[in-house]
Antibody, heavy 118, light 108 residues
Framework: EVQLVQSGGGLVQPGGFLRLSCTASGFTLPNYYMTWVRQSPGEGLQWVANINPDGTDTFYVNSLRGRFTISRDNTKNSLFLQMNSLRAGDTAVYYC???????????WGQGTEVVVSS | DIQVTQSPSILSASVGDRVTITCRASQNINSWLAWYQQKPGKAPKLLIYKASTLESGVPSRFSGSESGTEFTLTIGSLQPDDSATYYCHQYNSYSSYTFGQGTKLEIK
């Protein structure tokens, strides 16, 4: 089965950090641009970051640049999101997704919840 | 950055109705627009990409169209399973993506 499986969410205190993971199975992740999207409680979708197939180019929403880092390990068919200096406003469900349709996000992970609270 | 304005925010319709949701981009996005359906507690699902291309496995009652910077998702004959929130997504450049605000579709 073709899928993206996410891990690494949880409860973290303000100022803390978390690393989210997203592992592909049933397809070759290195072929695609990959994306992180988040959704705050009761809110809409927000694009977080993109990374190109070989990991040499990364792009971020302006508001998160400098605190979040997207990376990938193609040898492990995996995508990551390092989140530092976390704030209450970062509380959200985070989704990884593959841009298999020339950028359109055709495969999504199941989502992982991040709660930033003391 | 490119902005997308989606409307309406809430839509109520009956089974069998034809419904439309609109997104307007702040500048030319060369048809790089997708539509997603999201149900509560689930990840979004791709319906339409490149403005009008139907994703494999998506029912043919879903269609997309464009006129300049205005994009429309149409559901030809509403079904009970179509109750969900729908989002548009512009992906004109890998350096910056934007999602619409979402449209919550309720079945009367």
């Amino acid at each position: 089965e073709v899928q993206l499986v996410q891990s690494g969410g949880g409860l973290v205190q303000p100022g803390g950090f978390l690393r989210l993971s997203c592992t592909a199975s049933g397809f070759t992740l290195p072929n695609y641009y990959m994306t992180w999207v988040r959704q705050s409680p009761g809110e809409g979708l927000q694009w977080v970051a993109n990374i190109n197939p070989d990991g040499t180019d990364t792009f971020y929403v302006n508001s998160l640049r400098g605190r979040f880092t997207i990376s990938r390990d193609n040898t492990k068919n995996s995508l990551f999101l390092q989140m530092n200096s976390l704030r209450a406003g970062d509380t959200a469900v985070y989704y990884c997704a593959s841009g298999g349709k020339l950028g359109a996000l055709d495969l999504w992970g199941q989502g992982t919840e991040v709660v930033v609270s003391s | 950055d490119i902005q997308v304005t989606q409307s309406p925010s809430i839509l109520s319709a009956s089974v069998g109705d034809r419904v439309t949701i609109t997104c307007r981009a702040s500048q030319n996005i060369n048809s790089w627009l997708a539509w997603y359906q999201q149900k509560p507690g689930k990840a979004p699902k791709l319906l339409i990409y490149k403005a009008s291309t139907l994703e494999s496995g998506v029912p043919s009652r879903f269609s997309g169209s464009e006129s300049g910077t205005e994009f429309t998702l149409t559901i030809g004959s509403l079904q009970p399973d179509d109750s969900a929130t729908y989002y548009c997504h512009q992906y004109n450049s890998y350096s910056s993506y934007t999602f619409g605000q979402g449209t919550k579709l309720e079945i009367k």
